[in-house]
T-cell receptor, first 113, second 114 residues
Framework: GEDVEQSLFLSVREGDSSVINCTYT??????LYWYKQEPGAGLQLLTY?????DMKQDQRLTVLLNKKDKHLSLRIADTQTGDSAIYFCAERRGGGSQGNLIFGKGTKLSVKP | GAGVSQSPSNKVTEKGKDVELRCDPI?????LYWYRQSLGQGLEFLIY????????KSGLPSDRFSAERTGGSVSTLTIQRTQQEDSAVYLC????????????FGPGTRLTVT
């Protein structure tokens, strides 16, 4: 399909790991991103991965990229209540340098104490 | 300011009226993007500016939508003859140069058309 797809909801308990999955569409996408949107706030870039990488780790965040399957995941270790937000997967499609992003619909993460 | 700012933060308008939404990007950022976030639809790319010119207007949903950017800085998104389906949060983002990794987003303008 032409859409970036991700599941709409994920619920975890505080202290557990969260894994948010995404499938993207363009095998020539150069960068893939995870953005976080807290209630009433704008989008905040969490992390990104270049398409020639398989994995990127940044503190509690781990991004895994499977180019063959066009699958991206974000793992949040030791999830806290402050991680409750909507997480958007986005791709920057190949061709051109303008850099506009194609977003998924977002996954709402709820963290229960 | 330190970040991207947008005004107004909320706008309620009657169907058929025109509205203008404003974006102040981060100083020195040459690229500016407008997106729309509709309920259940995720974020949709509308238009992109490099300096004052808009090489890509392909995302604008209809000819009622237009945008301009002046002085390589402030941008205005105008919606003429608003319709209820225009109700959404309109987000602006800027980046240092086009294609630069990080786009910094503003808090958005929530538009409600009654």
């Amino acid at each position: 399909g032409e859409d970036v797809e991700q599941s709409l909801f994920l619920s975890v308990r505080e202290g557990d790991s969260s894994v948010i999955n995404c499938t993207y569409t363009d095998s020539s996408s150069t960068y893939l991103y995870w953005y976080k949107q807290e209630p009433g706030a704008g989008l905040q870039l969490l992390t990104y991965i270049f398409s020639n990488m398989d994995m990127k780790q940044d503190q509690r965040l781990t991004v895994l990229l499977n180019k063959k399957d066009k699958h991206l995941s974000l793992r949040i270790a030791d999830t806290q209540t402050g991680d409750s937000a909507i997480y958007f997967c986005a791709e920057r499609r190949g061709g051109g340098s303008q850099g506009n992003l194609i977003f998924g619909k977002g996954t709402k993460l709820s963290v229960k104490p | 300011g330190a970040g991207v700012s947008q005004s107004p933060s909320n706008k309620v308008t009657e169907k058929g009226k025109d509205v203008e939404l404003r974006c102040d990007p981060i100083s020195g950022h040459t690229a500016l993007y407008w997106y729309r976030q509709s309920l259940g639809q995720g974020l949709e790319f509308l238009i992109y500016f490099q300096g004052n010119s808009a090489p890509d207007k392909s995302g604008l949903p209809s000819d009622r939508f237009s945008a301009e950017r002046t002085g390589g800085s402030v941008s205005t998104l105008t919606i003429q003859r608003t319709q209820q389906e225009d109700s959404a949060v309109y987000l602006c983002a800027s980046s240092l140069v086009p294609g630069f990794n990080e786009q910094y987003f503003g808090p958005g303008t929530r538009l409600t058309v009654t």
